[in-house]
């Protein structure tokens, strides 16, 4: 699953080739589908980012649409839009125990 061309305006330009980040924050649903699934993700950081999530895996969108609205910890690339998003796209994912 890809982020939609609606929420990620512009093409991916890579900060650095190779540059995984680890990043914690809360998994949230920014966009759904006609039948109210969530179709698109964003993590927002502790720093205050809301990263949007581009998984090429199923297994990691999978563990994300499991822990929606739940703090975790992502590994991926992060890439920055020429319009100035921000995206990761996610190789792991961990839920991280204890208070949201």
């Known amino acids: 699953m890809t982020v939609s061309r609606t929420i990620a305006r512009g093409r991916k330009v890579a900060t650095q080739p190779g540059n995984m980040r680890t990043l914690e924050g809360v998994i949230l649903p920014i ?28 297994a990691s969108m999978k563990k994300i649409k499991g822990n929606l609205n739940s703090r975790v910890e992502v590994q991926g690339q992060i890439y920055d839009t020429d319009m100035g998003d921000k995206i990761i796209r996610v190789c792991k994912v961990k839920k991280i125990k204890g208070l949201l």
């Not at 699934?37 to 895996?57: P, R």
């Open 31 to 58: 966009t759904w589908n006609r039948y109210n699934q969530a179709k698109d993700f964003s993590i927002f950081t502790e720093e205050g980012d809301d990263i949007l999530i581009d998984s090429y895996s199923a």
